[in-house]
């Protein structure tokens, strides 16, 4: 695991918790072609939380614009009654102008397409929702994934149709502000 930076809160508020920007992605490197998201580990400005490849796992990136360092206090993943949470210790500091990706932090722990998927022919309806914890003040924000990045659309193509489950970055955002208001938004993969 990538090692994190932690710094206090009096040094790590400065970041604007308003501004955080987050995304979510499917990385698989089971299934031919094999894919992951960009960035990702390694990459320039990116701190990491989660293993090493093999990944079959979804993945939620944070995005901080601000030049000044941003403390992410908690994130978890809600699907449903289903409630995710991998990636502590917190607080994580996310250097200014740089980004956190987070998915498995254990091989298959944030298998996200198995979470919640519904039959091959009727496709799950759940919208994942982000529940990132910022700032000085621990202000937490909800991000829903109405196109359903993480949950594959709702089905678990690996055992529906043997394909890559991989998923590039996708921006969600807070409230119904992102897509479809009602949440039937389809997802768009790509393959």
Known sequence: MASLALASSAAASKGDPHAVKAYVGYADTLRAPGFVPSPWAGDPGVTFVGTVAPWDAGAVRLDNPSRNPLTVDDVSVQFGAVSIDLWGPYPIIV??????????????????????????????NVIPVVHVTVGRHMRTKSFRDVGQVLITGGIDPAVCTGADEGHAWQRITQGHKSGDPTGNARPRHRH
């Open 95 to 124: 250097p200014g102008k740089s980004r956190l990706i987070l998915t498995q932090t254990d091989f298959y722990n944030f298998d996200t397409s198995d979470v919640v998927a519904g039959p091959c022919d009727s496709p799950s």
